[in-house]
């Protein structure tokens, strides 16, 4: 009898240190898996490592680009606002708005240029096309300058960024042409230079 109640005994002790060296291993607050994640508590080894982090670095990630687009949004915004009332208290065609994308102060960063209309406040049909460009500088973008580059009666027909100029070709007009369809093509350029956009023009077609 008294060697029975010894192994009962023994049998206890074995299965509360096995029970104990099962409670070690579960995970504590804060462990961390070999994938980077934070696991919670009272996880196993298993389970801790099946747990996962990468939707939420993904989700984290997606807001931070949301984020920059809203905030760049915000920059074109303010600037195009404030040349629309410098330019004759004049307001935006915001549907007008076109843009092209490309590298404009040699830093090998994609810089961005925006071509917008103006059109009067004041009962009247005139409209003016201005070019701004921004420069990307860290994380998001900076107003660099803008100009007017066609008049009431004139259409720019193709815009794009390439060779470190903003080029474009504008329909303009010619002896004999009415005011609402222009027939010279005429080729120009512009390029950042000193934080001034100058033009460079090409030849009449």
């Not at 504590?28 to 389970?47: H, K, R, S, Y």
């Not at 984020?67 to 629309?84: F, P």
């Not at 042409?177 to 093509?185: G, I, Q, R």
Request: hydrophobic share 40%; proline share 3%.
């Amino acid at each position: 009898m008294k060697k029975v109640g010894m192994l009962v005994g023994v049998m206890w002790a074995v299965l509360a240190l096995v029970g104990c060296e099962k409670e070690a291993t579960l995970t504590q607050a804060g462990d961390i898996n070999l994938a980077g994640c934070e696991v919670p508590a009272g996880l196993t080894p298993v389970q801790a490592e099946a747990v996962s982090c990468a939707p939420a670095q993904a989700e984290s990630q997606t807001t931070a680009g949301t984020s920059t687009a809203a905030s760049d949004e915000s920059v074109i915004n303010e600037a195009l606002a404030r040349d629309a009332f410098i330019f004759n208290q004049s307001e935006e065609v915001v549907e007008a708005r076109r843009f092209a994308e490309g590298d404009l102060n040699g830093d090998g960063v994609s810089d961005k240029a925006v071509l917008f209309v103006l059109q009067a406040t004041d009962g009247g049909n005139g409209y003016a096309t201005h070019l701004a460009v921004f420069l990307k500088e860290g994380s998001g973008l900076t107003y660099a300058d803008s100009l007017p580059v066609s008049g009431y009666g004139e259409g720019v027909q193709e815009f794009a960024v390439q060779g470190g100029m903003v080029v474009m070709k504008i329909l303009v007009q010619g002896p004999g042409d009415a005011t609402c369809c222009p027939s010279v093509e005429k080729n120009v350029s512009y390029v950042l230079h000193n934080g001034k956009l100058t033009e460079v023009a090409g030849k009449h077609e």
